[in-house]
């Protein structure tokens, strides 16, 4: 891998991409020889995923996990509608086989009826959805995976994986004007939220990967049965079997398709009844954060929904103590999903207790900040995505806290690229691994949507692309202190200042953050340390 192989590749895991790493190591084994393309926001995802369903034929396999469907969300337009089109892809022939984390009632704002919903109709269309509730008490599902498979022609295989759900809100652009299908946020982000995500395209061995994490899913031989009645009822109603049926076989691992190396990261969380092929849960998410910030000496770059937890905050706070040049970017939402006088101060003291312990390790080498369109609406974050170096990149569905890395079920992908790019500075973290394309190219295409920025010119360097996220957020700010006199300045940053806690709401909402928000899924034994 040019040098990179200091970047976690044991000689076994080079040697057999298909091992399962035990719970002391990193997750699965890396595997070499992948295209990855990064899907930056929902509308350029939606369009992407409508094209490839579209091609699908009798025989050809679509099979998914979510954290939320709607069946009425357009990938493409009208007449696109993401039910539907399941539907009849399983009437065609297609094996259309997906997994819906079962949630709780919309009147909690969550989906388990917009998932029921999806789940009748594949389901009466001859496809197989299945709404599962097999997780930690408190936990969700909250893998995004879409996978499609060509049986007899692996190399034209895919896999999908990241933040966006096939849902309400998601399809947004890079102007961030909002999907009209809108998601229901807080006040602040009005009746049509602008949304910003991030998801990966993958094709090549790892899809093979992708496609075993689903499948010990839905072998999972835990029953899927409800202990209450009416819920018991409402699956029956969606012709929702009692157990999930069989999978054909695995089809063959396709062939090498790109220079990126994969890496498949999961969080489990320990339970019971225990999942048969993580029986003490699995962190190779943490775990591969935890390596990547030990190893950054020029610069993180973070997209994520929350940034809470003392380990996040932990780990960033030592990174930025061993190396002195390093420079943290961070960008979050402004204001939480749910801002109520019960669920926000919850929401906002744990990531006001990260930022706070982060801005006096690193001072000015830190920096942290929200978004807004050019209209002033603040942009809902929902991306999960982190370059370290220009060197190691991660996208995902897993957030930077306890919860995503113990509690609920994640799955993120790694990524390394084989080829180097050659443009200045060559090597930004000075440890002889050069910059690599996909690193850069993510964290370059995310950059210049932020700052609306027409090139590179300016950014390639991460330290001058520092001082430039600076500087169009303090132009910004200045424009609304000034009453937002003349043209608007360019680029959607400004400096994430929510306000503060006032001491006796953080002192009820701390408890609750902790017990409710941001809960601990490890074993018993491990709580309470710095192990995952």
């Known amino acids: 891998m040019n040098g990179c192989e200091s970047w976690f590749l044991t000689a076994e895991q080079r040697g057999n991409p298909a091992t399962t790493i035990d719970d002391d190591r990193d997750g699965r084994a890396w595997t070499d020889g992948n295209r990855a393309e990064p899907l930056v926001d929902g509308h350029a995802y939606f369009a992407r995923l409508h094209e490839v369903l579209c091609r699908l034929r009798a025989g050809d396999w679509v099979h998914l996990t979510d954290w939320r469907g709607d069946c009425d969300e357009r990938l493409n337009g009208p007449g696109t509608e993401i039910g539907p089109l399941l539907a009849e892809l399983a009437e065609r022939g297609v094996h259309v086989r997906g997994l819906l984390w079962r949630s709780h009632p919309l009147r909690m704002h969550l989906s388990e009826g917009e998932n029921l919903r999806m789940a009748h109709l594949v389901n009466h269309a001859g496809g197989e959805m299945l709404l599962d509730e097999r997780v930690r008490r408190a936990g969700s599902h909250h893998q995004k995976l879409v996978l499609v498979r060509h049986p007899h022609r692996e190399d034209d295989d895919l896999a999908f994986v990241g933040g966006i759900d096939l849902c309400h809100g998601r399809n947004d652009g890079g102007e961030h004007a909002a999907d009209p299908q809108a998601a229901d946020l807080s006040a602040p982000y009005g009746e049509q939220p602008p949304w910003h995500d991030v998801q990966l395209e993958l094709q090549g061995p790892a899809v093979a990967d992708v496609a075993l994490t689903f499948r010990e899913r839905w072998e999972d031989p835990t029953a899927l049965d409800h202990a209450n009645p009416l819920r018991w009822a409402f699956a029956r109603l969606a012709h929702q ?63 994520d929904q929350y940034l809470w937890s003392d380990a996040v905050a932990d780990l960033l706070e030592a990174a930025l103590g061993r190396a002195p040049d390093l420079r943290l970017l961070a960008v979050v939402p402004r204001h939480p999903e749910r801002d109520g006088r019960l669920s926000g101060p919850p929401s906002r003291v744990g990531q006001q207790e990260v930022i706070d312990r982060l801005r006096r390790a690193g001072g000015d080498r830190v920096a942290v900040y929200d978004l807004e369109n050019r209209g002033c609406r603040p942009i809902y974050v929902h991306a999960k995505a982190c370059v370290v170096d220009d060197v190691w990149a991660i996208v995902g569905s897993d957030n930077l806290n306890m919860r995503s890395w113990t509690h609920d079920s994640e799955l993120s992908c790694a990524v390394l690229d084989e080829r180097l790019d050659p443009r200045e500075p060559a090597d930004p973290g000075g440890m002889g691994d050069g910059a690599r394309i996909f690193a850069r190219d993510l964290r370059l295409r995310l950059w210049r949507e932020h700052l609306a920025a027409p090139t590179d010119d300016g950014l390639l360097d991460p330290v001058a692309g520092f001082d430039a996220w600076r500087r169009a957020a303090r132009a910004i700010d200045a424009w609304h202190a000034a009453r937002r006199r003349g043209p608007r300045p360019p680029g959607q940053p400004r400096v994430h200042e929510p306000g503060r806690l006032g001491w006796w709401t953080a002192t009820w909402a701390r408890p609750l953050y902790h017990a409710f928000f941001d809960p601990d899924g490890r074993p018993r034994e491990m709580r309470g340390t710095d192990a995952f």
């Open 241 to 303: 079997p009692r157990r999930p049926q069989p999978l054909p076989p695995m089809p063959a691992r396709p062939a090498v398709a790109g220079s990126c190396s994969v890496q498949v990261l999961r969080t489990y969380p320990a339970k019971h009844p225990a999942f048969p092929f993580a029986p003490e849960g699995e962190r190779s998410i943490a775990r591969a954060y935890h390596k990547a910030f030990a190893r950054a000496r020029s610069f993180i770059y973070l997209e």
